[in-house]
């Protein structure tokens, strides 16, 4: 157990839909990722979080978008959903990235669109 | 384009013996590397790390081998064994902070 909790860990809606995937992060760990695999592309940086505040944004699409609470807790908000949207989502949290560059990651969110 | 690229997408092995896992990579730029194993239905857990400055890092079982000059890695399990099966990842560390990893080898230890 890694430490890092997501929910929830399936999730099936239709396309055109919105949803919402939330993160909670070791306890103690300030930084957040968010990571999308499917089968052809392998594991994607989608966007980080530190301490309340995006720090890096990789391929992210504009219907999708992030926030870090304060509790450090983070949601991953897609929208419009796509056929080709259907993954997993993965968060991952680290103490402070310029510290220590290892990142642990929770058991992901498997997304599916009809 | 794939940055990092681990070219066997899978690997048996007999209980026992060796495991290497190898991974290439074309940013000369990156200074941090790092190993992954995943399970079905699990997120990836960390293994093993290797900074740009070294050549060798060891925890058990578990050898990274680091050759700049030809922009190769490799991950070392010795011995192996049936629980080590698993898809195992290379990741780099990107300019960003963020990891940017290869599409997976999957180890089969064979009792």
């Known amino acids: 157990d890694s430490g890092v909790t997501q929910t929830p860990k399936h999730l099936i809606t239709a396309t055109g839909q919105r949803v919402t995937l939330r993160c909670s992060p070791r306890?103690?760990?300030?930084?957040v990722y968010w990571y999308q695999q499917s089968l052809d592309q392998g594991l994607q940086f989608l966007i980080q979080?530190?301490?309340?505040?995006?720090?890096a944004k990789g391929n992210i699409l504009e219907r999708f978008s992030a926030q870090q609470f304060p509790d450090l807790h983070s949601e991953l908000n897609l929208s419009s959903l796509e056929l080709g949207d259907s993954a997993l989502y993965f968060c991952?949290?680290?103490?402070?990235?310029?510290?220590?560059?290892?990142?642990?990651f929770g058991p992901g969110t498997r997304l599916t669109v009809t | 384009d794939q940055q990092v690229k681990q070219n066997s997408p899978s690997l048996s092995v007999q209980e026992g013996r060796i495991s290497i896992l190898n991974c290439d990579y074309t940013?000369?730029?990156?200074?941090?590397f790092l190993w992954y194993k995943k399970y079905p239905a699990e997120g990836p857990t960390f293994l093993i790390s290797?900074?740009?400055?070294?050549d060798k890092n060891e925890d058990g079982r578990f050898t990274v081998f680091l050759n700049k000059s030809a922009k190769h890695l490799s991950l070392h399990i010795v011995p192996s064994q049936p629980g080590d099966s698993a898809v195992y990842f290379c990741?780099?560390?990107?300019?960003?902070?963020?990891?940017?990893f290869g599409k997976g080898t999957k180890l089969s230890v064979k009792p």
């Open positions: 991952a949290s680290s103490v402070d990235p310029g510290a220590t560059y290892e990142q642990y």
């Open positions: 306890s103690g760990d300030l930084s």
């Open positions: 979080y530190y301490n309340g505040e995006e720090r």
């Open positions: 940013n000369s730029m990156f200074d941090y």
């Open positions: 290797i900074s740009s400055i070294k």
């Open positions: 990741a780099a560390r990107g300019s960003q902070g963020n990891l940017i």
